[in-house]
């Protein structure tokens, strides 16, 4: 019998950790696949030995419970291994996000004072460990390379900055037993299995889990705080509502370094028996082979993946007839949209869900049956345990079908941006409502739906946009006197921004400067926050008090563009 999907599993969680989590389905699904990577085939019992072991590596290089640990890589297995590892060691997981430039996974990792930093090189081109090479990092005392490009040879040890040495895969995990040279003698002490045991069984569910790094609601990069019992407690929710199944084939798209790949992929698989299949990348040509050859049955993502797998022109020879189950979100979903994921790519059950970082990824879910209407207009209700409530400019509760901004208070609620206590104070009022600058209306049955920014946030690709961030970029260029952004509508990406700019007395014709402002925003930041065009103009419109009038902007953007 399949669970009704409003039962809240607070009291039935047989962990209060992630790693009692792998040992539990170590356990308890054994030889059962749980991750598939290309060629890289492991077991849930192989998983749990693996992760021990960078467990082992990571006490070995002296990383002690509460420090902080980062991932700078594309989704792999071994991006699996060592967020498993890392939490085993009662360390604090720091994703950073793939698309970011030297400058900005610096600014993560020195705020976080991470001490290790897994990542890769070669992967699109880019060679991360090199990128940080004129950062300075005070906390960080190795780089180890997971994958791509060049990864140093068995027992040589190379230096990413004048300070941070970066090893191999093979000799960090050699250094558990201690048998790693570098520059200064051997590196890493041995440390026995059962240490590394210990340390997993002394996490407990209170504790820090991950730092997540995201604006939130005022434009400055913060870490989220979340710990072991509310990612646990959260995504046993999500993972009951939405019907995750042993034996599910699970494809993770969405990015590990994002809440949403990382545990409504990673840890909802491990409670629910499910087969991790990792993807770098998006590609659609990859994701059509990878759902026939692996039998792939549940595949989520934003709008903008499925509809370019309905519009790809290898789509109607592919055997989709294994997918089962799609969870969507972050965007507007058309309703033709989801009838053509039912009708077209075989999916059974098509479910929309509204969460933010602040919130352990997850607030509202729609369930299984309700009407496409409701999955297409709507982000659902609140999950159990959660409260949702819409109030005006003066924190007076709206109505339902009044538009207002949207609070939500509950166990998923951060306990804070990492290290900032005035930015917490901001975000989380002292009732424990937490103030997510989105603007939304709930009907009648308290269905959600996002309506606006508060805070003029916008989403390309499922990827949170905030313009404050790209404002400050933009306005470094010589040229830029002043500059507002904007999201505008975007068939295939959902938004896109716009820049308007103010040009300097002696800058370039507009549209020189327009080609030369792209070509310098696409060096200086992750490429989802490159606006896709930029209107040089007069002046901005501001109101009596000089602020600028983001609203006049959208219209004019929307209207230039043709969308409504």
Same mark, same amino acid.
């Given at each position: 019998?399949?669970?009704?999907?409003?039962?809240?599993?607070?009291?039935?969680?047989?962990?209060?950790?992630?790693?009692?989590?792998?040992?539990?389905?170590?356990?308890? @699904?054994?030889?059962?696949?749980?991750?598939?990577?290309?060629?890289?085939?492991?077991?849930?019992?192989?998983?749990?030995?693996?992760?021990?072991?960078?467990?082992?590596?990571?006490?070995?290089?002296?990383?002690?419970?509460?420090?902080?640990?980062?991932?700078?890589?594309?989704?792999?297995?071994?991006?699996?291994?060592?967020?498993?590892?890392?939490?085993?060691?009662?360390?604090?997981?720091?994703?950073?996000?793939?698309?970011?430039?030297?400058?900005?996974?610096?600014?993560?990792?020195?705020?976080?004072?991470?001490?290790?930093?897994?990542?890769?090189?070669?992967?699109?081109?880019?060679?991360?460990?090199?990128?940080?090479?004129?950062?300075?990092?005070?906390?960080?005392?190795?780089?180890?390379?997971?994958?791509?490009?060049?990864?140093?040879?068995?027992?040589?040890?190379?230096?990413?900055?004048?300070?941070?040495?970066?090893?191999?895969?093979?000799?960090?995990?050699?250094?558990?037993?201690?048998?790693?040279?570098?520059?200064?003698?051997?590196?890493?002490?041995?440390? @026995?299995?059962?240490?590394?045991?210990?340390?997993?069984?002394?996490?407990?569910?209170?504790?820090?889990?991950?730092?997540? @790094?995201?604006?939130?609601?005022?434009?400055?990069?913060?870490?989220?705080?979340?710990?072991?019992?509310?990612?646990?407690?959260?995504?046993?929710?999500?993972?009951?509502?939405?019907?995750?199944?042993?034996?599910?084939?699970?494809?993770?798209?969405?990015?590990?370094?994002?809440?949403?790949?990382?545990?409504?992929?990673?840890?909802?698989?491990?409670?629910?028996?499910?087969?991790?299949?990792?993807?770098?990348? @998006?590609?659609?040509?990859?994701?059509?082979?990878?759902?026939?050859?692996?039998?792939?049955?549940?595949?989520?993502?934003?709008?903008?993946?499925?509809?370019?797998?309905?519009?790809?022109?290898?789509?109607?020879?592919?055997?989709?007839?294994?997918?089962?189950?799609?969870?969507?979100?972050?965007?507007?979903?058309?309703?033709?949209?989801?009838?053509?994921?039912?009708?077209?790519?075989?999916?059974?059950?098509?479910?929309?869900?509204?969460?933010?970082?602040?919130?352990?990824?997850?607030?509202?879910?729609?369930?299984?049956?309700?009407?496409?209407?409701?999955?297409?207009?709507?982000?659902?209700?609140?999950?159990?345990?959660?409260?949702?409530?819409?109030?005006?400019?003066?924190?007076?509760?709206?109505?339902?079908?009044?538009?207002?901004?949207?609070?939500?208070?509950?166990?998923?609620?951060?306990?804070?941006?990492?290290?900032?206590?005035?930015?917490?104070?901001?975000?989380?009022?002292?009732?424990?409502?937490?103030?997510?600058?989105?603007?939304?209306?709930?009907?009648?049955?308290?269905?959600?739906?996002?309506?606006?920014?508060?805070?003029?946030?916008?989403?390309?690709?499922?990827?949170?946009?905030?313009?404050?961030?790209?404002?400050?970029?933009?306005?470094?260029?010589?040229?830029?006197?002043?500059?507002?952004?904007?999201?505008?509508?975007? =068939?295939?990406?959902?938004?896109?921004?716009?820049?308007?700019?103010?040009?300097?007395?002696?800058?370039?014709?507009?549209?020189?400067?327009?080609?030369?402002?792209?070509?310098?925003?696409?060096?200086?930041?992750?490429?989802?926050?490159?606006?896709?065009?930029?209107?040089?103009? =007069?002046?901005?419109?501001?109101?009596?008090?000089?602020?600028?009038?983001?609203?006049?902007?959208?219209?004019?953007?929307?209207?230039?563009?043709?969308?409504?």
């Amino acid at each position: 019998m399949e669970p009704s999907g409003e039962e809240d599993p607070r009291g039935d969680l047989q962990w209060e950790s992630v790693p009692g989590l792998l040992s539990f389905a170590a356990e308890r @699904f054994g030889d059962r696949e749980a991750v598939v990577d290309g060629p890289v085939r492991l077991t849930f019992s192989e998983l749990a030995a693996q992760a021990l072991e960078v467990t082992r590596a990571l006490i070995a290089s002296g990383v002690e419970p509460t420090d902080r640990v980062g991932i700078w890589a594309p989704n792999s297995a071994r991006w699996v291994l060592t967020a498993l590892g890392t939490l085993g060691a009662g360390a604090v997981l720091v994703p950073l996000n793939t698309r970011f430039k030297g400058p900005e996974a610096a600014h993560v990792l020195r705020r976080s004072g991470a001490k290790v930093l897994y990542t890769v090189r070669g992967f699109l081109g880019v060679d991360y460990p090199e990128s940080l090479r004129d950062e300075e990092l005070p906390d960080l005392e190795r780089i180890v390379l997971i994958g791509g490009d060049h990864v140093p040879e068995e027992g040589s040890v190379e230096s990413a900055t004048d300070e941070v040495p970066v090893f191999g895969w093979g000799e960090h995990l050699q250094g558990a037993d201690g048998i790693v040279e570098g520059p200064g003698g051997v590196v890493g002490v041995p440390v @026995f299995h059962h240490d590394a045991r210990s340390r997993w069984q002394a996490v407990r569910g209170v504790d820090l889990s991950d730092l997540i @790094f995201t604006s939130g609601t005022t434009g400055a990069p913060k870490g989220v705080m979340a710990t072991h019992a509310q990612s646990l407690r959260a995504f046993a929710t999500w993972a009951q509502i939405v019907g995750l199944s042993e034996g599910d084939r699970y494809l993770v798209v969405n990015p590990f370094f994002h809440t949403f790949g990382y545990k409504a992929g990673i840890l909802a698989c491990l409670m629910r028996g499910a087969t991790i299949v990792p993807l770098p990348v @998006f590609d659609v040509d990859r994701v059509l082979d990878t759902v026939e050859e692996e039998g792939i049955s549940v595949l989520p993502g934003p709008p903008t993946l499925y509809q370019s797998i309905l519009d790809h022109r290898a789509r109607p020879r592919a055997d989709l007839s294994s997918l089962r189950l799609a969870v969507t979100g972050a965007a507007v979903v058309p309703v033709e949209l989801v009838r053509r994921m039912a009708s077209e790519l075989a999916f059974t059950t098509v479910l929309t869900a509204y969460g933010l970082t602040e919130s352990t990824g997850v607030v509202t879910m729609c369930r299984r049956g309700d009407p496409p209407e409701v999955i297409a207009s709507t982000s659902g209700r609140p999950i159990p345990g959660v409260e949702v409530r819409l109030v005006d400019d003066y924190g007076t509760v709206v109505p339902p079908g009044t538009p207002g901004e949207v609070l939500v208070r509950g166990y998923t609620v951060t306990p804070g941006y990492f290290d900032d206590p005035e930015a917490t104070a901001q975000a989380v009022d002292h009732d424990g409502w937490l103030h997510t600058g989105d603007i939304g209306v709930q009907d009648d049955q308290g269905n959600l739906r996002i309506t606006d920014r508060k805070k003029d946030m916008f989403v390309v690709g499922g990827f949170n946009v905030y313009p404050a961030e790209v404002e400050a970029v933009l306005c470094r260029h010589e040229a830029v006197a002043q500059v507002a952004v904007v999201g505008v509508p975007d =068939e295939r990406m959902g938004e896109v921004g716009r820049a308007f700019v103010v040009a300097k007395p002696g800058a370039p014709d507009p549209a020189e400067l327009a080609h030369a402002l792209l070509a310098w925003a696409r060096e200086q930041m992750a490429n989802y926050k490159v606006p896709r065009s930029v209107e040089v103009v =007069e002046a901005l419109p501001v109101n009596a008090s000089g602020k600028v009038l983001k609203n006049e902007l959208r219209s004019r953007a929307r209207q230039s563009t043709g969308a409504h």
